[in-house]
Structures are given as structure tokens and as C-alpha cells.
């Protein structure tokens, strides 16, 4: 049986991963340096990498069906800014799978890709960060859980779609 509501359970993949990643990395090129087989060594951060894409979609697609639900308790704006930074770490991360993977070329490109797919996996660090931020925002400050509980948690404030908090 699924978590309802699915999202709260699904965001805590891309956190995660977007935590490993940059990890893997950074342990994938000593592992090169010292001498291990590139490619065999990097597939294992390009697996991790589309792991993260995957669980970006996943992540936005259970949010969107959440949407309608949390606007019942939590204003339009914080909603539109966490979903916002969800959309572009989608992106970021699809962009990511592209650049991590440049990093199974031979020679002088791989090697290149391999450092700009380090690079890239701390940016998607950074991304998962801000989406985490304000999703934990639109929890505990603007109370979001409150539309699965039957009253809402403090700090929670019942507002009709298009509303804002301070109306």
C-alpha cells in the first residue's frame, strides 16, 4: 500500500541522491586517478545521476497531484515558489544525466566530462537544497500538512484559493 499523500514519501530520493552524487564523484575521480578503469568507475555516478533524474520526475509528478489539496490550507505564492524550484531541479538533473555522462568519453573529452559532471552534481546539491528549503517551508511554517489532518497544525491558516495569508 502507497503513502497518502505519496509526495512527502517520493522527495526525500532526490535529496538523498542529490547528496550522494557529488560524493560519488569526487570518489570516482581519486579512484581514476590511482589508476581504476574510467568508464567502469564513472557508469556508477552515471547510474546515481539518472537515478536523481528519475526521482526529480517522480518527485514533481507526486507534487502536482498534491497541489489542489495543499491550496486548501497554504496560499498560491509559497506553493508557485516550491513548485518552481522542483520544475528546475527536473530540469537541472535531466541536464546533469547529459553532463555526468560525458564522463564515459574516451580520452580528453571524458576526462573533461568527468570534472564538469563533478561541477554539475554540486549544482544539483545546491538545487535540491532550495527545493528541500521551501518545501519544508510550506510544511512547517505554512502549515501544508494541515490539509491531510482534520484541524490544522499551528501556524496553519485555512485560505480560499487566491488568497494570501496576510489578507
Known sequence: MLPDPLHPAVVHFPVVLAALLPLAAVVALILIARGAHARKTWAFVVALS?????????AVE???DEEDTVEKVVAE???HEH?????RM?????IGVLLVG??????????AGRWIGTVAAVG???ASYQVGRLGGELVYQHGAAGAYTDTLPAGGVEVQRGE???D
Do not use: D, H, R
Open 164 to 166: 494570501s495569508e496576510e
Open 124 to 126: 544539483l546539491l545546491v
Open 50 to 58: 539518472a537515478m536523481l533524474a528519475a526521482a526529480s520526475w517522480a
Open 102 to 111: 560525458l564522463g564515459l568519453a574516451n580520452g580528453k573529452v571524458g576526462q
Open 77 to 79: 505564492e509559497p506553493i
Open 83 to 87: 513548485e518552481e524550484a522542483g520544475e
Open 62 to 64: 507526486t507534487g502536482q
Open 90 to 94: 527536473l530540469i537541472f538533473s535531466g
